[in-house]
């Protein structure tokens, strides 16, 4: 069970918005931890989405967007394409755990 | 162009020992954050171990002290050591850059990962 609770999957077709939550703790988020997202296709590296709540890498299309309040973030998919159909996963630091974790992790999948 | 190439998986007994290598280029891992991710068959991304551009190294509790981090600078090249290997280390392993400060790091390029079997 990782300290950072994502949804096992959400769903959408294609040009809808969804959005995945990640709930964190006081020893992560609530610590003031910044939070980062990865997008990752099963046999291909994971690729950072967002960084430092709601950056976004050059080369990260805009209807990608992150956010975090309190002891929660999200990350948003606006406009989903098909490509879009993969796993995601937020990432942070716990104090308590004196460690780097990942959320559970969260599938889209495009209708 | 920032690259990094895993080597070293393979299929191993348990209690085994296996080095990893994680060969970088387009950067120096002596100025960054270099960590290791793994993720187990049907499972989620978790992180294995870090080292800081000072040297400083930090590994999972739940590893209790079987895998070990480290660098040759002369190599561009980062390793993970990994000690009396059982089943549940069965796992692609990734190496990934880190950047930030201390804690807050997000990890911002990753290898395509090298698959590590732990059986008999």
């Known amino acids: 069970q990782s300290v950072l609770t994502q949804p096992p999957s959400v769903s959408g077709a294609p040009g809808q918005r969804v959005t995945i939550s990640c709930t964190g703790s006081s020893s992560n988020f609530g610590s003031g931890y910044d939070v980062h997202w990865y997008q990752h296709l099963p046999g291909t590296a994971p690729k950072l989405l967002i960084y430092g709540n709601t950056n976004r890498p050059s080369g990260v299309p805009a209807r990608f967007s992150g956010s975090k309040s309190g002891t929660s973030a999200s990350l948003a998919i606006s406009g989903l394409q098909a490509e879009d159909d993969a796993d995601y996963y937020c990432q942070s630091y716990d104090s308590s755990l004196g460690a780097w974790v990942f959320g559970g992790g969260t599938k889209v999948t495009v209708l | 162009e920032v690259q990094l190439v895993e080597s070293g998986g393979g299929l191993i007994q348990p209690g085994g020992s296996l080095r990893l290598s994680c060969a970088a280029s387009g950067f120096s891992v002596s100025s960054n954050y270099m960590t290791w991710v793994r993720q187990a068959p049907g499972k989620g991304l978790e992180w294995v171990s870090i080292l800081y551009r000072d040297g400083q190294t930090y590994h999972a509790d739940s590893l209790k002290g079987r895998f070990t981090i480290s660098r040759d600078i002369s190599k561009n090249t980062v390793y993970l050591q990994m000690n009396s290997l059982r089943a549940d280390d069965t796992a692609v392993y990734y190496c990934?850059?880190?950047?930030?400060?201390?804690?807050?790091?997000?990890?911002?390029?990753w290898g395509q990962g090298t698959l590590v079997t732990v059986s008999s």
């Open positions: 990934a850059r880190g950047v930030g400060t201390f804690e807050d790091v997000d990890f911002d390029y």
